[in-house]
């Protein structure tokens, strides 16, 4: 049982998760035990490995930026936030500092990786003690860089996101499925909701 705020830390990819479908947040934290590696996790995690080794190769271009210094695998974390992460790279110039996750999604970036986004640049932010203004989606199959402003109205959202997880965690309650219940057909926990056909 989770009693308090302080028993745990939420990763930010939890945000993301739970503007997708929050019960896979939910059983992750109540149910900590059971979570099965899909097929698709383990293909991600590859991909991530294999941009990260061509990234080094590659000039800024991409991103519009002419310098920066790359660095990979940043670990982040708030003790104020109650919230950790691993940013897949972090392009830092003098005075600023901007995010790039990998994505092996095709779509426009929606809402949960603009909120994803915008955790990783709070973190960074605090962590590193610079600006961080825009981020990037990488996405790895058109080899194309979505760009995204970390604007006020995504840091509220995302503040906001933490806030509503917390308020379940806490309470123990189950939350609604998605909206869209063929998110449901591919999903690791669909066995365990029982109010989805």
């Not at 899909?38 to 991409?62: C, I, K």
């Not at 058109?142 to 509503?164: C, L």
């Amino acid at each position: 049982m989770i009693e308090s705020r302080d028993d745990i830390y939420l990763e930010v990819t939890d945000l993301k998760q739970w503007l997708y479908c929050p019960r896979v947040v939910y059983y992750r934290f109540c149910l900590p035990k059971i979570r099965p590696v899909t097929y698709s996790m383990e293909a991600g995690d590859r991909s991530h490995e294999t941009v990260s080794e061509q990234e080094e190769h590659r000039s800024l271009r991409t991103y519009g930026l002419d310098e920066g210094e790359r660095v990979f695998h940043v670990a982040v974390a708030s003790a104020k936030l109650r919230l950790s992460g691993r940013i897949d790279m972090v392009i830092r110039q003098p005075d600023e500092a901007y995010i790039v996750d990998f994505k092996l999604s095709e779509h426009e970036a929606k809402s949960n990786l603009k909120i994803q986004l915008g955790a990783y640049a709070m973190l960074l932010e605090e962590s590193w003690q610079i600006p961080v203004r825009k981020g990037f989606i990488y996405h790895i199959e058109q080899r194309k860089a979505e760009v995204i402003s970390i604007t006020p109205q995504i840091r509220k959202a995302t503040r906001d996101t933490i806030t509503t997880i917390f308020q379940f965690l806490l309470g123990e309650r189950m939350p609604n499925p998605p909206a869209n219940l063929g998110k449901c057909v591919a999903c690791e926990f669909r066995r365990f909701c029982n109010d989805v056909v």
